[in-house]
């Protein structure tokens, strides 16, 4: 998935933790990729990252009955990995590695970009007319940025059974369960679900700030009633996060790590610390160098759109 915004001003992000437990509020901005319509949850002026998390789309749930709703050709990325999970549907990932991921719900699409890759994302033929799911990307610590890219895929992952539902385990550990998916820095990310007239204790990792995504259903947190596709910011220092649901079921996002502590700028598909190296990533893709070639993908690649050499002023919304 891509940042399709035509926006030509990068974005700095300051990792800004809150140190206690708090409650921070952020509904979804909508907005569209390719036709194809979606809520930003993160970056927010707001909010612009938790943990190493520093971008989360979540889109559908669509219903189709012919062409792909999402049809991402490809482009390139730096300095971040790409969490691709989905609650309905399937996806397919090619790459410049010449890598294909099938996907659909349950299985994880881990792509490391490091250096640089470029990569498509579509709705499989196959697919049964429905589409669900979430995007997310995990910026690089500074001394691994430069890693190799890779991809790799987990089509079985753990989950730490509770009582009243469950959460698997997307990347990185809960309650002593370990996702086996590659990390650069201490993260969370899992699924959780609870089954209608449930009360799920989670326990959290104090160092880490955590943030709850609803995605599915009604729930509370610790009473409070919850909306779809809102980040609930919780901060660093919580022991544990009680999820209720009524009459319905429900599924949530919940995200932490150890707050990142690097100022980073996020321009297009790229991650950097300096506009120098945003620019000559952008020249590389432009100039068909360092990220490769799609081979898989029928039909034309993503043009990068200008750079304009100062900070995006974001709306407040
Ligand atoms: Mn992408």
Redesign the pocket.
Known sequence: ???LSSTAEFELCVSEPAAKPTLQVLPGRLTDLGGLPIRRILPRSQRRTVGPWCFLDSYGPVNFSSGKPMD?PP???IGLQ?VSWLLEGNLLHHDSLGLEGPAGPGVLNL?T?GRGIA???ETSTENGGHLRGV?L?VALPNETRETAPAFEQHRSLPVVELEGGGATLIMGQLDGVRSPARTFSPLLAADVSGVAYSRLTLPLNPEYEHALVPLVGTCRLDGQPLSIDTLYYLGCGRRELLLSCDRDPGRALLLGGTPFGETILMWW?FVARTTEEIVAAREDWEAGRRFGVVKAYKGQRLQAPPFADRPVPRPRS
């Open positions: 998935m891509s940042n991402v482009h390139p990325h790409t792509m970009a990569h498509a994302e995007q990307w598909n």
